[in-house]
């Protein structure tokens, strides 16, 4: 079975960075690329300020503004700038090497002063192939750092809600702007979800109507898309059951309710994902049984006509012996009397296979 993509450019950066002591501080991966680019908004219930961050002395500024401070990448391009920004803010080196290494599993990981996030983002191209990127969350005390690989606006929504000027006062607390992020990348599984449904659909209507050769592709493509979803999604459930388990000063109480529909989500998705990995289950089988059918639909053909010539090649055998007496041979209609006797066999023989149904 062929690796997905993503998976083979994880194994092939670990392979390189073999022999690394951890939390060591990593050479740009991408140095031909421009400057990753660090955005950051700070808001309170009068005014929202976006800064473009370029150089990390920045970022103490940043935080000594009063309100919220969401700092946002959302390209991984030249990693230097990222690794500045992430140590200005007092980053484990380990959190900072979770980040860049962007093959890292669904997990959480609370560090005391910040809780550290990593989630899997999927989207559908324009090709209609399924790819994923590598979402990081870090909570602090007074700050929210969110890292994308792509330069895609992931947190679009969440955005342009604050910059409408009036977020709600949930929104005015950090850990809240955590959650929501997490939940954008949630609502956007129902999308990916979607998607499949639709491809799923349409494979079993050409399974009823017309399986050919390229149906089988189709059906093991889905169904390592599933697994692939599965993988990503399902340590989900364990993050945000381990938020609500555990007790954090950068969780407050009041967001409980929100963490457990967040879980319920969570739980629908992989649900959803369990039932479309049956079907796709069923679907092979259905595709082996239309397989099976038309195998034995061209044997049938060809027994019927085997069985039909069998006792013509008989007859035929039989006249063509070559012996010197075989009163057949001189008569004046022998011919056409061969011919009227496998005649009058092949009909017979057709009309009893067609009372039988086996035609």
Known sequence: MKLPSTLRQALKRRSRQAGRAPGERLEPEFPDLKT??????????????????HEATRISALLSKPGIKWIDVDALRDVKPLQDACEALGLHTLVIED??????????????????????????GEDGQLSDEQISIVLGKDFVLSVGERETDQFGVVRDYIRSGKPRVRLLH?????????????????????????????????LVNSPNNSTLPVIFEIKHELLF??????????VLGSLL????????????????D?????????????????????????YMSSLSVRQNEVMKVLTVA?????????????????????????????YFVAWGIMALLSLGMIVYFKRRRWM
């Open 36 to 53: 990753t680019r660090i955005n950051a908004i700070a808001y309170d219930v009068e005014q929202v300020e976006e800064i473009e961050i």
């Open 99 to 124: 980040i860049i290494n962007t093959d890292q599993r669904t997990k959480i990981e609370d560090y005391g002063e910040v809780l550290f996030v990593v989630l899997k983002r999927f989207t559908i």
């Open 174 to 206: 950090h850990d809240y702007l955590a959650y929501r992020l997490m939940d954008s990348i949630v609502d956007s599984y129902y999308g990916v979800l979607d998607h499949i449904s639709n491809r799923m659909d349409r494979l079993e209507a050409e």
């Open 229 to 238: 979803l599965r993988k990503a999604i399902w340590p989900l459930r364990e």
């Open 245 to 260: 388990r555990d007790d954090t000063p950068l969780i407050r109480n009041e967001m409980r309710p929100f963490l457990r």
């Open 262 to 286: 967040l879980y319920d989500h969570c739980v629908q998705v992989m649900e959803t994902i369990e039932t479309f990995r049956e079907m796709q289950s069923g679907n092979l089988d259905m």
């Open 306 to 334: 085997a069985t039909i010539f069998l006792p013509l090649t008989f007859l035929a055998g039989m006249w063509g012996m070559n012996f010197e007496f075989m009163p057949e041979l001189h008569w004046r209609f022998g």
